[in-house]
């Protein structure tokens, strides 16, 4: 299951806008993110395992918080890293979709909102009084669109929330000319998207060194 090295390289952009961070910048063989984060201080993301490439820039890295983020299964890319490094996420995924018209509907009582975010972002939120009840933003990219950070806040799971935010991300960047869709998941995330249209594209491993 090979990526797109295409559509890796959208992804790691979209991603750069949604957290508002720098452009990703081509190093060591992949995609170089700063993030800046104490949980996080940079990112580099590949397309594919590439053994000696990996390999190498792992022994390089002696800092916690620098992640590798390659499209392979966790197997593989820890068969790869030395000593000190560990897969996190192990059951991670790349997914896309057709992005087609949806009606987003919101229980009552809740509301709502979509908005810019940053540059080529949008917003969408979903609120319960003055709550955040569910939010998440795309980066448009032309005819891809990358749906980040869709979250819904645990008092209010099990309302079709999440689904509603898809929805109305999808509509908005419909209006903006995108067509296909691209986001990563988790395990569990990887089961809810199947059921809405999504399939998988490629695995995507974490590894890094804990501080």
Known sequence: MAADPYLIALFARGWALTRNVRAPEPRHGG????????????????PALEPDIIAE???RIREPWIYLKICESPDKVRTVLPPGWVI???DGWIMTSAITPAIAQVPQAYRLSIEEAG????????????EVAASGRIALLGETVLFDQIITD??????GLGRSVMQALSNAALDRGAHQGLLSATEMGRALY?????SVHAPYT?????G
């Open 88 to 90: 996190r996420e192990p």
């Open 31 to 46: 995609l170089y993110i700063e993030v800046g984060k104490p949980d996080q201080k940079s990112r580099y993301v590949f």
């Open 206 to 210: 974490s590894a890094v060194i804990l």
């Open 119 to 130: 540059t080529a972002t949008l917003q969408a939120t979903i609120r319960h009084g003055n």
């Open 57 to 59: 820039l792992a022994q």
């Open 194 to 198: 199947e059921t809405i249209g999504w």
């Open 154 to 159: 645990e008092a209010h799971r099990r309302r």
